[in-house]
């Protein structure tokens, strides 16, 4: 296995976020420049690869470097899975013979992180450009470590020990999936518990776990008390500026750790054609991160 151990690490210079140059994704990764590489995520929680040229076998083996891979998440209602890859997960907003070839369409998604609703969400999320608007639809990224040293010290205090539950009946474009009601009670919404803090499993630095917004729910409170102490938080990533957008161009990969940062989409013309391929790591978040 030829070594790929040259490629450079050049920071954005924003609050999270790096690209790597010189690493050709499609060809065998020796383990010193995979550390490496593994390494660069660790301190930069995202990371661009500019210029790749992948099939869906080079996407799927170098995202199993990372872990074992999760299967697509449960689709809405008329929307497909990709026919013959279970880990990958079609995001698109083209319709052919009426029907989408993949999910999440020309939605403004909120901030959130990516299906916080399970019980081990993944701890890796993977996106492969293969068609990009000329304009719009970029994908911005928050830095959830600098979120949570940032909170005023008595929510921070407040927090620490809480729960929170995050909804699973809709995806990050308020898409119905398929076998789930409109509407539930807080306290009988399906979807996994988890703490509001949490400590990273390999940089051990405590991060907000937040999820998304919409139908989230602070176990043990009352809906108001939820909602206020829910908005409050997001009341604080939303006047931050701790975030670093991505401009997509055919060929970029960008893969960022689910665990400790938020993404959202930016708005996109449904006039231009969209096309990526996502696959996701199995792994989970840390424990609470109470001391």
């Known amino acids: 296995m030829a070594s790929q151990s040259q490629f450079e690490v050049v920071p954005t210079g924003a609050a999270l976020g790096a690209d790597i140059t010189g ?3 499609a060809a065998a990764i020796d383990a010193a420049s995979f ?24 996407l799927i083996e170098f995202s199993a470097r990372f872990g074992v891979l999760d299967a697509a998440p449960r689709r809405p209602v008329n929307v497909p899975n990709h026919p013959t890859r279970s880990e990958i997960n079609i995001v698109s907003n083209i319709i052919e013979n009426g029907t989408p070839i993949g999910g999440l369409g020309n939605a403004e998604l909120v901030w959130h ?4 609703y399970k ?28 979120a949570y040293e940032t909170l005023p010290p008595e929510l921070r205090a407040r927090i620490e020990t809480l ?3 995050h909804d699973a ?46 139908n989230a ?15 409050a938080l997001w009341a604080h990533v939303e006047a931050g500026s701790l975030n670093w957008a991505q401009h997509w161009r055919p060929g970029d990969l960008v893969i960022w750790d689910n665990r400790c940062t938020l993404h959202r989409r930016g708005t996109l013309d ?6 990526m391929y996502r696959t996701q790591v199995r792994g989970g978040h840390a424990a609470g991160g109470s001391d």
């Open 113 to 116: 992180q990516d299906m916080s």
């Open 217 to 231: 729910w602070v176990v043990g409170l009352a809906d108001a008390d939820s909602d206020q102490l829910l908005d």
């Open 119 to 146: 019980d081990l969400p993944p701890k890796a999320s993977l996106l492969y450009a293969i068609e990009t608007p000329v304009t719009g639809g970029d994908t911005h990224f928050y830095n959830l470590y600098s």
């Open 270 to 275: 449904p006039a231009q054609r969209r096309l």
């Open 23 to 25: 690493l050709d994704l």
């Open 35 to 58: 550390g490496r590489l593994s390494r660069a995520w660790g301190d930069h929680l995202v990371l661009r690869f500019r210029d790749q040229s992948l099939d869906e076998a080079a």
């Open 169 to 214: 009946t809709r995806n990050s474009a308020g898409q119905l999936r398929a076998g789930f009601d409109a509407d539930y009670a807080n306290n009988q919404r399906p979807g996994a518990v988890h703490p509001l803090v949490v400590r990273h499993p390999d940089t051990g630095r405590k991060s907000l776990y937040l999820g998304r917004r919409p």
């Open 163 to 165: 729960l929170c539950k």
